[in-house]
């Protein structure tokens, strides 16, 4: 495990660790909310350099290389996490501050470098078997598997051609997913769901898990990225599906 604890000057996290699976701990122990991803720099660049191109959080910037990481704790929580693989290198940590909208101030964010070591030849990388399967894909999610309530274990896997990011919500009563996708998220409207958790944003063919703690209902899942090009975020344009707790 690394945590990695967000207060208001910067992030305090070790400087290495152990390749292969590792679970993010996001501890928030300042004034503002705030989510954390992790992209490897590319081989010969400088670490400050690269950490720059997290400025504007564009989709472009996450395609290669990002591992994702914890979304933003839901209400009354301080700490979320999530498991990634990762293997030997350098990463940047990146954590940006979240309003109260739920949406990320795409300037305002800190970064802090780490290490991950390999300490053995064999890295093995296998992740738990998941409660709820979610495949994110350019124009639609796919979601399989069951969940009963309680703290149960998401993965997310990015099958598209770019970066894609997952938010989980519970609908509220009489809500359906027509509702998201007509919900403004960048105009600050309510959320037709309560928010529980996420995963931050993934480069192409990358999984990882997150545990989140649910309760009977519906849930929609959803990715809230804008491609470059696009005229609305991902979900708008249909990148939503829906799973039962029971």
């Known amino acids: 495990?690394?945590?990695?604890?967000a207060g208001d000057t910067g992030l305090a996290a070790s400087p290495t660790i152990e390749a292969g699976l590792a679970v993010l701990r996001l501890v928030l122990a300042g004034s503002t909310r705030?989510?954390?991803?992790?992209?490897?720099?590319?081989?010969?660049?400088?670490?400050?350099?690269?950490?720059?191109g997290a400025a504007g959080r564009s989709e472009a910037?996450?395609?290669?290389?990002?591992?994702?990481?914890?979304?933003?704790?839901r209400d009354s929580?301080?700490?979320?996490?999530?498991?990634?693989?990762?293997?030997?290198?350098r990463y940047a940590l990146v954590s940006y501050e979240v309003?109260?909208?739920?949406?990320?101030?795409?300037?305002?964010?800190?970064?802090?470098?780490?290490?991950?070591?390999?300490?053995?030849?064999?890295?093995?990388?296998?992740?738990?078997?998941?409660?709820?399967?979610?495949?994110v894909r350019d124009s639609r999610i796919d979601v399989s598997g069951s969940?009963?309530?309680g703290q149960r274990t998401i993965q997310v896997e990015n099958a598209g051609g770019r970066a894609h990011e997952?938010?989980?919500?519970?609908?509220?009563?009489?809500?359906?997913?027509?509702?998201?996708?007509?919900?403004?998220?960048?105009k600050g409207d309510v959320a037709p769901f309560v928010y529980v958790g996420g995963v931050t944003p993934l480069g192409m063919n990358v999984t990882a898990q997150t545990r989140l703690v649910l309760q009977s209902g519906t849930y929609v899942v959803l990715c809230p990225m804008r491609n470059d090009r696009a005229?609305?975020?991902?979900?708008?344009?249909?990148?939503?599906?829906?799973?039962?707790?029971?």
Do not use: C, H
């Open 1 to 5: 495990m690394l945590t990695v604890v």
């Open 34 to 52: 705030r989510d954390l991803v992790i992209r490897r720099i590319p081989a010969g660049t400088a670490a400050e350099e690269f950490a720059r």
């Open 61 to 73: 910037w996450f395609s290669q290389s990002s591992f994702g990481g914890p979304a933003v704790p």
């Open 77 to 89: 929580a301080s700490d979320a996490s999530a498991t990634v693989d990762l293997r030997p290198g």
């Open 99 to 135: 309003d109260s909208a739920g949406r990320p101030r795409v300037n305002k964010y800190f970064w802090r470098m780490v290490t991950a070591v390999a300490t053995s030849v064999l890295i093995p990388a296998r992740f738990e078997v998941p409660d709820i399967t979610v495949r």
């Open 147 to 149: 969940a009963r309530p």
């Open 166 to 186: 997952i938010i989980v919500g519970r609908l509220k009563p009489g809500k359906t997913i027509a509702d998201v996708q007509r919900w403004k998220r960048d």
């Open 231 to 246: 005229r609305a975020p991902d979900y708008e344009l249909g990148v939503t599906a829906t799973f039962k707790v029971s």
